[in-house]
Each structure stands twice: as C-alpha cells, then as structure tokens.
C-alpha cells in the first residue's frame, strides 16, 4: 500500500479494533502524500508534509486492502498559521459497531469536521489564538467510509486519551483537561477543579455520550489540580458498566481508594501511573491508587494500557525505570533482568492484573514524611499521623516500629473499619545535638505499599568535643622536668557548652591550667577553649591517666580522657629520619629546620658540625632546630646530629645539611660531555658577570667548583 510506511501517530501509537468477522480496522496520523486512498470514501488525496491528517484503513482477514482514506479537516491549511496540525485529529481510540460503522476518539485542534445536533459543533475552548490548541473529540464514518456519520467537540476538555463504548452503544471518553466547563452531570463524583499554586487547573475527566453523540449522559472530574493535564491514556469497561482508568501524573494527591500504592514518588526519569475506576453513573470513586515502585531509585511508571478480561479483573500494562517495581512471587519474570546492552539503561515493560470483587483493608497516610523541628534535648515534641483505612475491609494494626530510639509511634489502632481514621501520636525525645532521621512502620493485615512514614529532627543541646582521646606524653625521664600537654576542648552542639569541672588524676599527672571557665558558643566548633596538664613520672614504665570533664553536655555529662606516658630510667640514643630543608641557601640568614626521628626529649640539643643550636622540643619524634647566619656564609656540606645528655643519651647519627650559591652567568654557548659529567661555558669578554674561575664547571660534585 503506497505511502504507508509514512504514516505515523503525532504523540501516540495508531489504534486497532477487529470486528465479528475478522475484519481489522486501523486509524492514525500520516503526512505522505502518497498514503493509497481508495475511491468513493471521503477524501481524494493527501495533504502531505509538513500538515499530518487522520487515516482510517480496514482489511480483511487475508491482508486485502478494502478501503483507506484520511478524514479531511475544514480549516485553511497555511504555512504561516500558528496551528501546523490544526486539520490533523490525533486518535486514542477506535471502535466498529455491527454495522462496519467506525468510531475514533482523540485529540483535535480547529479544523475538525463537526456535524449539526452534536454536543460540540465548534471548538469549545477559549484559547484559540495560540500555538495548536486542542480539545478532545469523537466522530464516526459509516461502513464504507464515504461520509462522517457525527463528529464533535468535547466540551471541557484538553485532550482525549481513550474510547470505550457500552452494550448500549453510549460512548466513554476519558482523557485531561484544565477546562472548567465540563459539563459534570448532577450526582458527579468530582463537579469541580480548583487552581493550583501557579493558578494553574489540571484534571482528569471522564464524559459519557449517547449514541449519536448529541447528549451528555453523564460526566465527571477525577483527581485535583494535581493531575497532569495528560491526564488519562485509557478507558474501559466491565460486565456490570463500571469504568476504568489509567493514565500518568506528575505531582502528588491523587484520589485513593482501596489501593495498592498509595505515594506518588517524585522522579526525574518517568511519571507515576494512575489508576481508578467509577461507578456506571460517575458517582463514586471505587478503586484510586498509583502503580509504582516507592524507593526513590529510578522510580515511577509509565502508562501504556488496561483491559478488563472475562472474570471483571483489571489488566494494565506499561514500563518502568525501577529496579524494585512491585512484582509478585512465581510471576514470569519478579526481578528485574540485566538489559541485553548495558548503554539502554533499565527501562522495562511490565504487566500487572488486580482482582477488584475481593475486599481488602488497605493503609492511606496524612503525610509520607514528619518534620520535628529543632527540640531541646530531653523534652519532647509531638506530631499526628492520621491513617485512613482507605480499603473496604477492616484494618488490623499490630504494632509501630520506629528505626531510632529516640522517635515512637503509639494508638490504638488495633482495628480500623473502612473509611474510618485513627490518629497515631509519634513523639520525638532527642538526648543529644545529633540530627535524627528514619522512619516509623507499620505492620498490619494490608498490602498496600507503602506501610512506612519517614521522620527527621534536629535536638537542641551543647556536644563537647576533644581534639584527642587520649593523650599521650610520650616518653619522659624519671626525674627530669615535667613535660606539658594541651587538651583542646571544642563545642559541636546547638546550645551553649559550660564546662563545670576538670579532674586529673595518675601517678605523674597534674593540671596546669584551665582555659575553659567560660561558656563555649553554639554553632562554633573553630574556637576551642585549652586544658594545660603536665606529666613528670616518678618511676620507670609506661604510666596511664585521666582527665574526667564535667559539663552540660546531656549525652556525654562525664567526658573521660586516658592520658598516656612513659617514664625512662636513662636516656635513649637519638636517630634522624629525615630534616624539612636538607640544602640551604647561603648568606640569606637563618634557617629553621624540622626534624623527625626517635628518642628525643625536652634535654636533647641539636648540633651543626659540633655547634649547639637552638632546640625546640615538639615530640619524641619531632625538634626544631635553628641554623644561625653566621653558619651560612660558605658553600660545603655541614653534619646535623642530636645529642641526648647523661644517664644514657648520647650523639645520634649525622644527616647532612648542604648550603649553596646561585650563580648568574651570561654563557654565549653551554656543552656538555655525559662520559666525564663536565658542562663548558663558553663567557663572552663583555659579559657584565663573569664569576667563573675556570674554563669548565663539574656537574657531578654536590657543589659547583669554579
């Protein structure tokens, strides 16, 4: 058939229905002007690129072609419209009756060919002067399609995503609106839609016609300004008239009745699917829930399906990013396979069938999530959790876990009966400045996902905090000068910390000083106060002790520090490991080296080449040492030792420390010979600086020697 792999669907798929026969009946969108058109049905030809129009074709069980045309719109094509698809009725549905009549349902814009009598003979929307604006529709063509037996606006409404029609042949529409005219009929489940927070309206809707499309039976909004103005996708029917709903939303506070899910999870990658179904007459929501996954890791779902099979259970199909969608033990496939090419990601198709005749309790929370606020430590602070027994089957509730301590959950919810609400009381008690978060779960007789409420909170209380626990003084000769410690005391709280009490106690443990008196600041733990204690041990061997801190800290109101230190009977040889500035630059003054090693103390004096220099004592592994001036005068390698006095002690090996000269020369040519380790200069008579004593330079002394 020409022109048919040209055809496609603008924003959705094409549609099939199957009569008694066999006979296939097809609709959809195409912009090829070669799409085959079959004589005596309503158009002659194709528009084409860039205008897309609606096609309906029908076959025969073999594959032969018995008719196909597109449905002509009334609206003047042109390119400087701000309508492009203005004559293309996008289809989301399709129906043939025992006639061979066909029915479509979908979206429009302007040009669609309405007929006399109908519901919607112009375009009911008051935005027409904007970039493709839409309503929803239904036509019918007669059995050869040669004429348009109806066609008709929806009034109040965006977009159309479904068709239905009944054993009476009224018609069943179901799609998204932010319309308020709909016309809902007297006893509607939903008569109204309020603005959101932008003064945005969004709803679904559902609109039940007659026959011939001349009349209204009965029509109903569904869900608040929440739902997406995509609204439903799909539309169908059970034995005894009931109707069901699917389709898509983008923010919380969908309708839930008798559900399985009851969060709507904020995603990124996909929306969450919606489901519902209404009563015959489109007074009462009896079934509302989400169809999603509820752990934040690539969540939600997306709609492509229902369908309602012989024993009135509901079918819906779709995909879904999540790696935990709720699936069912023994099903075909319960987790999620590994994609066959790592680069496509995870989305995946899935298949869900829900018994609606068995009742269920089911667990519908006031809030998924509870903020404490900042409380006091060891005070409390209340919040009310209401769950709804949202099923139609009484809610046994047997206990509240909660995943911290210092948050519980208690009511008397034993038993829920259907649509009534039981308060749950959750308390939060924090001991400490620490932030609280986790959640509360219940456990109960219902399957509904989720059974759990998440909380946080922040306590109110001042936190002490040491730069080190515990402190050690490392070794010290019995008998020599006490060595001193600094205990660094830090606030990390919300609340003023006051210390009220320093104790010290060990054999060769003392308190110097206390430089915490004074309160420490909330929300500034850059500003420590100081506790000074000094070791002098009094005997041989390692020696342990403490320091007990009392403060307001409510967690911690005894903070105990172990204080650690030997006592040496003689001292130990010292040894370098290494020194932070091993060359240094002549005649630029003095030169402060760290040095690193073993078994140095207060005593231990470092030495250049004999010389005594001035020693700071920082830890038995570290000294500073200061190398005067006038020892860096000349080029010519100096010895570093440490020398540790009686009893003991002694002279520790030699490092080497290197003064150097920088030189400036103005070469007119360098050379240089690997095999002897000689760089020649070549000096210009006119060079302003030439201190090169010699024709030749060897680079491979420590020193150049000129």
Request: hydrophobic content about 40%.
């Amino acid at each position: 058939m020409g022109g048919e792999q040209g055809s496609y669907a603008f924003g959705t798929g094409t549609y099939l229905a199957v009569d008694a026969t066999g006979d296939a009946y097809l609709a959809g969108t195409t912009d090829d002007s070669n799409f085959q058109i079959t004589a005596g049905t309503l158009a002659t030809s194709v528009t084409g690129y860039p205008y897309n129009e609606t096609f309906v074709m029908k076959v025969d069980p073999t594959g032969k072609l018995l008719y196909s045309t597109v449905i002509p719109g009334n609206d003047t094509n042109s390119t400087d419209r701000l309508q492009p698809f203005t004559n293309d009725f996008i289809p989301t549905g399709i129906a043939v009756d025992t006639l061979g009549d066909v029915t479509i349902a979908g979206t429009s814009g302007l040009g669609l060919p309405t007929t006399a009598g109908v519901v919607g003979p112009q375009f009911p929307n008051a935005y027409v002067n904007v970039e493709n604006p839409s309503a929803g529709f239904v036509l019918q063509i007669n059995s050869s399609a040669s004429a348009i037996n109806f066609a008709t606006y929806l009034p109040g409404t965006d977009l159309n995503g479904g068709l239905a029609v009944g054993a009476t042949g009224n018609l069943y529409l179901a799609g998204g609106t932010g319309e308020t005219n709909l016309p809902v009929s007297a006893n509607a489940y939903q008569k109204t839609i309020t603005p959101n927070s932008e003064g945005q309206y969004a709803a679904g809707y559902i609109l039940e016609l007659n026959p011939q499309a001349t009349s209204v039976v009965a029509a109903t909004y569904v869900g608040a300004n929440s739902v997406s103005p995509y609204g439903f996708l799909g539309i169908a029917l059970d034995s005894q008239n009931n109707i069901f709903v699917g389709g898509h939303v983008d923010s919380q506070g969908f309708p839930m009745q008798n559900p399985f899910v009851t969060e709507y999870e904020y995603t990124e990658y996909i929306a969450d699917l919606i489901l519902a179904e209404i009563s015959p007459d489109l007074s009462t929501l009896e079934f509302g829930s989400y169809l999603n996954a509820t752990n934040g890791v690539y969540a939600g779902s997306d709609f492509a399906g229902l369908a309602i099979d012989t024993s009135n259970n509901l079918v819906v199909a779709g995909t879904t990013f999540s790696p935990n969608f709720p699936t069912t033990s023994g099903s075909y496939e319960p987790q999620l396979p590994a994609p066959a090419n790592p680069n496509i990601g995870l989305q995946h198709s899935f298949v869900a069938k829900f018994n609606m005749s068995t009742p269920a309790p089911a667990v519908c929370f006031s809030t998924f999530s509870v903020a404490f606020g900042r409380v006091t430590a060891n005070s409390s602070t209340n919040q009310t959790l209401n769950i709804t027994n949202c099923g139609n089957a009484s809610l046994d509730i047997s206990s509240f876990t909660s995943s911290d301590p210092t948050v519980t959950a208690s009511g008397s919810c034993a038993s829920v009966a259907p649509g009534s609400v039981c308060p749950v009381t959750l308390t939060f008690n924090p001991v400490s400045s620490k932030a609280t978060s986790g959640t509360v779960t219940v456990t109960s007789n219902a399957q509904t996902i989720p059974q759990t409420v998440s909380f946080i909170g922040q306590g109110i209380a001042p936190e002490i905090v040491v730069q080190t626990n515990p402190l050690s003084f490392g070794h010290v000769l019995v008998g020599a000068p006490a060595v001193d410690g600094v205990l660094l005391i830090y606030n990390g709280g919300q609340a003023a910390l006051s210390v009220s009490s320093v104790t010290v106690s060990g054999a060769g443990y003392s308190r110097v000083s206390n430089g915490c008196t004074q309160p420490l600041p909330a929300n500034n733990p850059y500003f420590p106060c100081s506790i000074e204690i000094a070791f002098a041990p009094a005997n041989s061997g390692t020696q342990t002790g403490s320091v007990v801190i009392s403060s307001n800290d409510p967690a911690t109101p005894q903070l105990t520090v172990v204080l650690t230190g030997v006592g040496d009977a003689i001292y130990a040889v010292p040894t370098i490991a290494s020194i932070s500035t091993p060359t240094v630059l002549i005649n630029n003054g003095a030169v402060k080296l760290s040095i690193s090693g073993a078994n140095f103390y207060p005593q231990s004096v470092a030495q250049l080449n004999g010389v005594a220099l001035s020693s700071t004592f920082q830890s038995n592994s570290s000294l500073q040492a200061t190398i005067p001036a006038s020892s860096l005068t000349a080029i010519g390698e100096q010895y570093l030792t440490i020398v540790n006095p009686l009893p003991g002690g002694g002279v520790g090996a030699s490092v080497t420390v290197t003064p150097y000269q920088t030189l400036v020369i103005e070469p007119s040519a360098l050379a240089s010979v690997p095999a002897t380790g000689m760089i020649f200069a070549a000096i210009p008579a006119s060079a302003t600086s030439n201190p090169i004593k010699d024709e030749y330079c060897r680079t491979d002394l420590p020193l150049f020697d000129w």
